[in-house]
Each structure stands twice: as structure tokens, then as C-alpha cells.
């Protein structure tokens, strides 16, 4: 009987460990705990870290995040506030990705401090209102549509070195339409070459450089640039004689889809670029700013430290609390010195009653050999004012200055190219450009096409994706580089794939 017991004994134990190595070692203790940051405040061994994927109980979840948490039948059911989600778990285990998706906050990982980051902007974001420039956004939108604007420029750039000074004025004019459903803009542009024409004469240039300076004045010394912007479709579109330049055909029109520029700026977790710009466009300034917060990168423990420091600026910049109200103008300033550049920025905002309908902005920024004064300002009318003037160095100087005025218009602007004509991807020709083997095929009736070598994936850095199952998952979440699984339960990388899988 005893020789039986021992038997049973060791037969015991052996079922044990082969159950630990046959499930994921899901303990928040030994070399798989990792430490979770949420909102700057580091808990450590909050979570789990397991075939590349970050865990916390429902515990843990309520504990660290604040947010109540229930598992039952491979759900967990996340509530805040009124408002409660679902998602999957995996052995009653909640993926961090998961958590931070269901409930909109940033997230990222440190693998250096092996620590998870999770931050909730809107919790972040909540201390200031921005109201009083929202009213002003709302005076803005409230413009009746269609309108046209006229405005005219003119400036000079100047260049100085050693032996020499030349300046190059200029000088031009801006017609544009507008509706809601978006605006065409016609510029004409003058720039007066003689000066620099006469230095590089007298420096001599050969037949071969007055060629190239003589086609440059000839694209560039009297120009008209169109620009057509669908808001609907979200794609710009701009032709201009200047095209000669770069090489391409001076009827052709370059296409910019603004959604597609947006997709490739937007990292995953990060806000959607387009609905940024909705926000913005809607005059939901609060909003803004916190997609603005959302679209930062959480890179590594101090990047909580950075989005507050970003919220701290919009707030001295743009928020209720920073205005004073006298006379009937709100007024706003702001002074920072940063990396040994000054900077000062101020602005009034015109009222009547509680219209906030008129606004003026001064900015100037100073650093070493560098300054730049920016002017810029709107009546109640929408007439505007902007001027600039920047050094560098007493080298390189430019002023410039605007005005326009606004009236209405029973017109509609042209949003959509000329039958039959040349349409290129901006996209596409960048992209071939720095892509060795991309080739771009332009003809009079066809956009261009650009074949490019399929990227890959990128390495994913923390949870990734809510998933149906656990193998899935535990390979789309955290960095590959780290080894969470003690090599001691794992015998071999096939059981590896058995433990994800179990």
C-alpha cells in the first residue's frame, strides 16, 4: 500500500506540472509580472505578461484603473460611469489592450522598464474648458455660405553673405469661393528675379546656368496656382505653372487624398487623423484638443509626463481659465521659455453680448540669431490682416503681409477638375520617388500608376487587438523581444504553441 501511495504521489506531481507547462503561466509573480502605469502612477506586478501579451485580473483591473470589472462565461464586462462594454478573456484574464480599446484611452509599453502604459486622455483633459474660443469657432461657422474672399500679398526676401545683398520682392493676389461643401482658390503670384539675375551675371554663369536660371523665372517670375478642396471626398487637388519645375506638365493636377495621408500618419491606438479634423472643422474645440492628446505616441513611461506638459500649453494658450475679460475683450497672454528660445503669444478676443465675433493674435518667438513676429487678425466682418517678418542671423530675411476681404456670393466653387484632364496621385509620386523599385506610369489619359514593394508588418509593442482566441491574441500584444514564459515550464517551441493555445 505505501509503494501504491508513493506511485500516486509522484503521479500526482506529474500532472501538476504537466498542467502548468499545458496552460499560460498567468501568475502575477516571478519573471512574467510586469508593472502597469496608469495616468503617471506606477503600480507594480499590475499585470502579467505572457507570449507577448499583457494581462490584469478583474481585480487588479478595478484596483489600478478604477474600473469595475466582472468575469463570467470568457467576458468581462467593464463598466464607467452609465456606460459598460464587454471583452473576451482568456482563462479569466483580461488583455490590456483590450481594456484600453474598449474604454478609448491611449496605451503603449516601456520594454526597458517593462512596464505597461495606459493613459486615459479624457481623464487627463478634463481640469479646463475651452469655451469662450469655441464661441469664437461657432462665429466662424456661422458665416453665410457661399462666400468669396479677395485678398492681395506682397514681401520680399532677402539674402546676405559676405561679399554681398540681394533681394527678391514679391507680390500677388488670392480669389477664392467657398461653400460647405468646400472652396477653389485661384493665386497669382509675381517674383521679381532682377537683383539675383544681376549677381550671378557678374559671377559669371555659362550657357548651361542661364539656361536653368532663365526656365526658373520663366516657371516661377509669374505664376498662377488653383487649388480645389472637396470636403466631402476629403482630396485636395492643385495644378500650377510651376509644375515645369519639377519636371511635370503644367495642365496636369496633382490629387491629394487627405484620408489616405491621415491613415498613414495615424499609428495604431492612436486617434483617427480625419476625425481630428472633423472636430476641428465642427468647432468642437474640446474635442480637438483631446483627439490632438489621443494622436501622441505612448512610447515609454515618461510619455504621460509629455501629454500633460502638451494639455498644461493648450490650456495656457486656448483655455477659459487664461482669459481676462475687460471692456468687452477677452484677453490672453502667454510667455515660455523653452531650450533658450523665447516665445510670447497673445490674443483678443471682440465681443457683443455673448458673441465672441472678432479676434487678434501677436506671436513672436526669439532664440539665438532667430526671431519671427506673426500678426495675424479677423474683424466681425471676416475682413482679415496677417503679417511676418523673420531674421536668421541678419543672413536671411522675409516680411511679408496680407489682406483680404469677404463678401457674399451666389456662386458655388468648382471642386472637381476640368474634363479630361491629367490627374496625378501626390501620394503615388512621392511614394515612387523613395521607393527604389516603384515605377510610375504617366499618360495624357490615365493617373498615375505606382507599383510599390509590399512593407512589412511592423513589430507590435503592446496588447494588440481584442481576439477570438488566445493564440491570436498573445501574438498580436507586446513586444516580441521579451520573454515573459519562465523557460523552465517550457520544454519546447512546439509546447510553447500549446500553451497559447490551451
Sequence with gaps: MMKFNKKLCAFSVAAVMSLSVCAPAFAAEGENAVDLQYNGVTTEDAAVLVNDTTYMSAEDVKAVLGVDCAVADGKAQLTVGSEAVEVETVDGLIPVRAIANALGYSIGWDSEAKTAIVI??????????????????????????????????DGVYEMTDADSTFTIPFNGDVVSLASADGEDVTMNLTID???????????????NEQQAFDAVVAA????????????????M????????????????????????????????????????????????????????????PVEDVNSYAALEEAYGVYSAMLGDSAFVLEDGKYTLNYAMNQDGADFTYSIVLGTEGETVNSCDIAMKVAAEGVSMDVTAASDKDFNTTMTLAMNIADMIKMNFNYKATVSASTEAPQLTVPEGATVLSLTDLLFGAMTEDAVIDVTADENAAVEVPAEEEPAAEVPAETTETADETAAAEVPAETTEVPAEKVETSETAEEIVAA
Excluded: C, H, R
Excluded at 194 to 204: D, I, R, T, V
Excluded at 258 to 270: K, P, S, V, Y
Design 193 to 207: 528675379f532682377s537683383q539675383l539675375e544681376e549677381l550671378l551675371a557678374a559671377q559669371g554663369m555659362d550657357e
Design 120 to 153: 486615459d486622455v479624457d481623464k487627463l483633459a478634463a481640469s479646463e474648458t475651452f469655451d469662450i474660443m469655441g464661441k469664437y469657432m461657432d462665429y466662424n461657422l456661422s458665416m453665410e455660405m457661399p462666400y468669396a474672399q479677395n485678398g492681395e500679398f
Design 237 to 296: 487637388y492643385l495644378n500650377s505653372s510651376m509644375f515645369t519645375v519639377f519636371g511635370l506638365d503644367a495642365n496636369a493636377w496633382l490629387s491629394i487624398d487627405l484620408g489616405d495621408i491621415f491613415g498613414m500618419a495615424t499609428t495604431e491606438g492612436a486617434a483617427d487623423l480625419t476625425a481630428i479634423l472633423e472636430n476641428a472643422m465642427s468647432g468642437d474645440l474640446k474635442a480637438y484638443i483631446v483627439d490632438l492628446l489621443k494622436a501622441m
Design 220 to 235: 516661377l517670375g509669374s505664376s498662377e496656382t488653383k487649388i480645389l478642396y472637396n470636403i466631402k471626398d476629403n482630396v
